[in-house]
């Protein structure tokens, strides 16, 4: 019986629930109880059937047949309707209504077949002699224990059955003995007491079941709903495999990840389908060990694509392992990219600095014996910005890409090239070579790096500077290797373009220098040992002093006086060139306001100084400081000055024309879009660079190019001064080639603000250059007298 029961309520639970809550219980708790019904009255069926045919054939003699076969036709009705309504009796998919109905009829079918129990032994006791007085009490004694059989799951009819049944009982023991039946009315009372109690210990234990199981039924569903939403929104996947290590139970997400059918995948080995790795194997022995294990990484081709899985899983009470496999492709390649970003340059494809750093301390580390054949290569492109600020950053990559290729090409395998930012390079390599092979292979590298290349229908011709270093002396570590060699670039900078210099000793103590000379520059304006000189400019064709330009000195207390060409870069670079060149601007104006004429004074602007926001305001109070005209002040820019990207520059520029100042194009005819600027921005003067003047008078490009520059400033109504005069053959020759002024240590050198105080000392300044500057004012004074003669 317990085994049908159980089977029975498996089978009632293993169909799909559509109740909840309240509702749910109900159900459960009818179903059970059907189920139970069911299963008892199969049991009672068949001995129910013959126990009514025992008891018409026995008393068949004793009381009129006609009533007992009116009897037990009643009670075979009974039982066969009973069955009637367990065969058709819907369990599993019937609703509520319908299990209260079924449930309702069971309970009132087997009432009837109680009552007709009650009726029958009262009736037959009174005429039953021993032989079937003991019928009786065996039939009777199983009518009343099948209680537990048949009523077990209602305790309501099972308490009327016990009850009634032992009322009725009872009253058959008294038709027998009277009073003196007492004993067998206590044991009825005992044994239906125990009844009872049996019947609502199985209630109570029934209901725990039934709160149980909806309790199972609910977290299985809730089971069920996340991991069918798991499924949904995610991209892992449930995968079971046996103890032999072949899937189970494959579903269609697990075989849609494998590009392949349930069919075909169920009962293989779940590893075969992996690349051979280390990990490959560690998951062989971990599913044959069943251990659980967790984001174990394996590798497989899926439509001919490597893709990366993280599995993981857990072993099962029945020998399975059940897991879970994540793809994990897109984020394995997001940090494969992240680690090949920390080690490559992702313009060029060359090693970056972090990289470079590392294999350069390592290859120190791993032989020092042989860190003296190691050398360094430091290259830096010349003005490569230009390019930049020309052609755009695309081009420039372009470029950067196209250099990079060329290094790339002019090492071995096991050298190493890398970008360390911007246009800067470093190749570190490994020779016993000497000297000479080291120049050499610079040589190729500056070779490489000069011939042309094209970049979007344009040729570009670069050069680079190369400083090389070894670790040939005294301790030397990555750091100290790679001072030596940006201590050699520098050097290289300072010889010009596409050139390269080899580290010297010699270099760390101008190194030393130059941060003594910054750290006394720091200090040089506060103490008062910054000067302005000037330098006279003068008509060609008048030869009369139309203008000074101011030049910064710097009286060193050391090393005397020194000129702009050795700080000027320094404070540059340092930013020191901002409260230096206000100072010159203040200075400058100060000192020159109170000279006599209608002279200018020119003043030089650098690329910072035109960047800084504050450069109009403090003209502007240097201006109203000196009472001076604006119209006298002409500012000198170069053309490193224009190429600075962005629209402050020209903004700056303009705003200097709008207090009334003026605009010099400094050193023209040496960049790369002399022309391009003058149409961008109208300047008021040209300078034409000393480069053009010192050979103007044997070479006859520079008398081509001096007289095109002329022509053209005169053309686009601007003033022309060559810079650098030396000799007389120069300040003739330009002025025939239509240059209006000229300026230079012909004319006078740089000098302090009191040499040209008044007229009389400028006079005198100038007189004391030599005759060569005399005898051209008077050659030149004559020829005015001429000309005014003639026009009188």
Known sequence: MGSETSGGRSGALDRPMTYSGKTLAQALSLRWRLADARSGAAILLVPSFFAVFVIAFIFSDDVPPLSLVAWAGIQFLFVGLLAALFVRMQIEEASLARLRRQWRLIQFTQGLITAGWMAIFPYLTPVAGPREMSVLGIIATAVYCATLIVHRGSPRAATFHILALSGVFGWCAFLVAGWRSWPTFLLIGTFGAVLLAAVWLYERNFKRS????????????????????????????????????????????????????????????????????????????????????????????????????????????????????????????????IAYMAHFDSLTGLANRHQFDERLRNALKAKPSRSRNLALFYLDLDDFKSINDTRGHLTGDKVLREVAARLGEEVRPSDIVARLGGDEFAILLESRAGVGMLIERAHRFLSAVREPLEVDGHLYRLSTSIGVARCSEGECDAQELMRRADLALFAAKRKGRDTLALYEPAMDREARERRDLESDLREALSRGELRVHYQPVIDLDTAETTGYEALLRWNHPQRGLIGPNEFLELAETTGLIIPIGEWVIRQALAETAPWAGTFRIAINLS????????????????????????????????????????????????????????????????????????????????????????????????????????????????????????????????????????????????APAETFATPEAVEAALTDHGPDVVDYRKAREAVLRKREGRVA
């Not at 081709?301 to 893709?307: D, I, L, S």
């Not at 990207?645 to 023209?668: C, Q, S, V, W, Y």
Request: aromatic share 6%; charged share 30%; with cysteine.
């Open 210 to 337: 039934v709160r149980s199981e909806i309790d199972r039924c609910e977290a299985e569903e809730t089971v069920r709903m996340l991991l069918n939403d798991y499924q949904e929104h995610t991209s892992d996947w449930l995968w079971t495999v046996g103890p032999d290590g072949n899937l189970r139970d494959v579903g269609p997400r697990l075989a849609a990840a494998f590009n392949s059918n349930i069919d075909a995948l169920e009962g293989t080995p779940l590893a075969g389908y992996f690349e051979e790795t280390d990990n490959r194997q560690r998951l062989i022995d971990l599913l044959a060990a069943g251990e659980p294990f967790r984001d174990l990484l394996v590798q497989i081709r899926v439509e001919g694509v490597r893709r990366f899985w993280r599995l993981s899983a857990h072993p099962r009470q029945d020998g399975r392992m059940s897991g879970v496999a994540r793809d994990v492709t897109d984020s394995r390649r997001a940090e494969e990219q």
């Open 607 to 750: 690329p910072t100084q035109v960047r800084s926001p504050q450069l109009v305001s403090q003209v502007a109070q240097a201006i109203y400081a000196s009472g001076i005209d604006p119209g006298r002040i002409e500012f000198e820019i170069t053309e490193h000055v224009l190429m600075q990207e962005g629209k402050r520059i020209p903004e700056a520029l303009a705003r200097l024309r709008e207090l009334g100042t003026r605009i010099a194009l400094d050193d023209f005819g040496t960049g790369y879009s002399s022309l391009s600027y003058l149409r961008r921005f109208p300047f008021d003067r040209i300078k034409i660079d000393r480069k053009f003047v010192e050979d103007v008078v044997e070479d006859n490009d520079s008398q081509a190019i001096v007289s095109s520059i002329t022509r053209l400033a005169d053309a686009l109504g601007m003033g022309s001064t060559a810079e650098g005069i030396e000799t007389r053959e120069q300040l003739d020759l330009l002025r025939k080639l239509g240059c209006q002024e000229a300026q230079g240590f012909l004319i006078c050198k740089p």
